[in-house]
Every structure is written in structure tokens, then in C-alpha cells.
């Protein structure tokens, strides 16, 4: 089983998405004393990678707390893009995964949950973007291009993947 199923406490969890946050945003500064492009390159990447998977349950609890949906903890989990059927054989990566209370899941009206479950994965779409703005005259065109097409291909990836197998496919 190895890590995956390990239970952290809802405290421990958040404190670790937002150390990812602030991980961001010390790479970033770190860019700004740097002035090698391709290293700027890594870094911005670095950012929007982390901002993929950073914020995603940080703002699922935000949301979910707001429409009255408590969470238990969190566990270690493999992700759900193995679910796909595509070509070839996608890893099972480690993801934290917030784990709902369910008496108060069911509570909450349907719009509530729709909103709470789809929050993740909209600000997984959306955040990475952030940093091809913040990137935009700091790199060399054809390297912002490179982080501009990182973001597009999360985002039509999550489009593609979210209401298969992701958090909008919970929507229901």
C-alpha cells in the first residue's frame, strides 16, 4: 500500500497546501533575481505546476465551508487520471485528497455541492495562467510561449478529464 491511504489530519493538510503556495510564490521571486531565461523558464513552469495542484483542495474547503460542507481529514490518494482509458499506462501519482462529511455533503443543497465540487478543479484550470501573466516580458517570447501552452494544455486536459473520471464528474 505504501503511502497511498494515509490518513492527515485536516489541519496538517491545509498547512501543507498552503506551504505549496507560498513555495510558489518564493519561486517566483526567486525568478526576478535570476537572469537566465531558461531558468526563469523552469521556475515559472515549477509555479504553474504547483499552482495545479497546491490551491485545488485548499479552495474545495474554502467553498465547501462556505455552503455548509464540513470535511473529516485528509488522505494520500492515487490519482484519478489512472482511471482514464487512454494509450498507454499513466502512473498512479500521490495526490492529497480532502476527504468530505457526508452527513453534511447530503444537507447541502445540490447547487452547494455542484459549487463545492466544481471549485477544484476550476481553480486548477484557471490558476496557472496567473503565472504566464506574471511571466509575460519577463522571458524571451518563444519561453513565455512554452508556459503559455503548459496552461492551455492543463486547461483542455481538465476539460477533458475533470467530468470523466474528476471533480465535476461528482456533480450529479
Given amino acids: 500500500m505504501g503511502i497511498f491511504g494515509i490518513r492527515i489530519p485536516l489541519i496538517v493538510g491545509l498547512s501543507i497546501e498552503f506551504l505549496g503556495i507560498g513555495l510558489i510564490f518564493l519561486a517566483l521571486n526567486y525568478s526576478t533575481r535570476v537572469q537566465v531565461p531558461s531558468i526563469n523558464l523552469i521556475v515559472y513552469l515549477f509555479s ?43 502512473p498512479s501519482l500521490p495526490v492529497l485528497c480532502l476527504v468530505v ?8 443543497s445540490a447547487v452547494g455541492r455542484a459549487v463545492m465540487y466544481a471549485s477544484g478543479a476550476i481553480a486548477s484550470m484557471i490558476l496557472p495562467f496567473s503565472v504566464v501573466v506574471y511571466a509575460f516580458g519577463k522571458l524571451p517570447f518563444s519561453l ?22 474528476g471533480d465535476i464528474s461528482r456533480i450529479s
Fill in 48 to 90: 504553474e505546476v504547483c499552482l495545479v495542484f497546491f490551491p485545488h483542495c485548499l479552495v474545495h474547503f474554502i467553498v465547501g465551508s462556505l455552503v455548509g460542507i464540513r470535511f473529516n481529514h485528509f488522505r494520500i490518494v492515487r490519482s484519478a487520471i489512472s482511471k482514464l482509458e487512454l494509450p498507454g499506462k499513466l
Fill in 101 to 108: 462529511d457526508h452527513g453534511s455533503l447530503k444537507r447541502c
Fill in 144 to 165: 513565455w510561449l512554452v508556459c503559455l501552452m503548459f496552461a492551455v494544455a492543463n486547461l483542455a486536459f481538465d476539460i477533458y478529464y475533470s467530468p470523466r473520471v
